[in-house]
């Protein structure tokens, strides 16, 4: 069981990056797929959900700004991030569970990747 984050880097405030997780050994019809995020001295915080019935949700702060998309032949989940802002900077992390499926600090979710790098500057 592998999940893999890619994609992240540094871009101005305004800018769009495309994160990926690339899963292995976890499909997406029987676990819940999120995406997390850390800042340094902040705690971890649910960005978006991808459910076992292909339905998504967001939290409000990257609402209409964010979106979660996936392809099922490369079993990989994408996060579109446009509109970035500089609070947007983290640790990006992927994460997979059979059960939970809930935004939050995502505790409880039995899989997560290694995360990946997002920096927004002005």
């Known amino acids: 069981v592998q999940l893999v984050e890619s994609g992240g880097g540094s871009v101005q405030v305004g800018g769009s990056l495309r994160l990926s997780c690339a899963a292995s050994?976890?499909?997406?019809?029987?676990?819940?797929i999120g995406w997390f995020r850390q800042a340094p001295w902040k705690e971890r915080e649910g960005v978006a959900l991808?459910?076992?019935?292909?339905?998504?949700k967001y939290a409000d702060f990257v609402k209409g700004r964010f979106t979660v998309s996936h392809d099922n032949a490369k079993n990989t989940l994408y996060l579109q991030m446009d509109s970035l802002q500089s609070e947007d900077t983290a640790m990006y992390f992927c994460?997979?569970?059979?059960?939970?499926?809930?935004?939050?600090?995502?505790?409880?979710?039995?899989?997560w990747g290694q995360g990946t790098q997002v920096t927004v500057s002005s």
């Open positions: 991808y459910d076992t019935n292909g339905r998504t």
């Open positions: 994460a997979a569970d059979r059960w939970r499926c809930e935004l939050g600090d995502g505790q409880g979710y039995n899989y």
């Open positions: 050994n976890i499909y997406f019809s029987a676990h819940c």
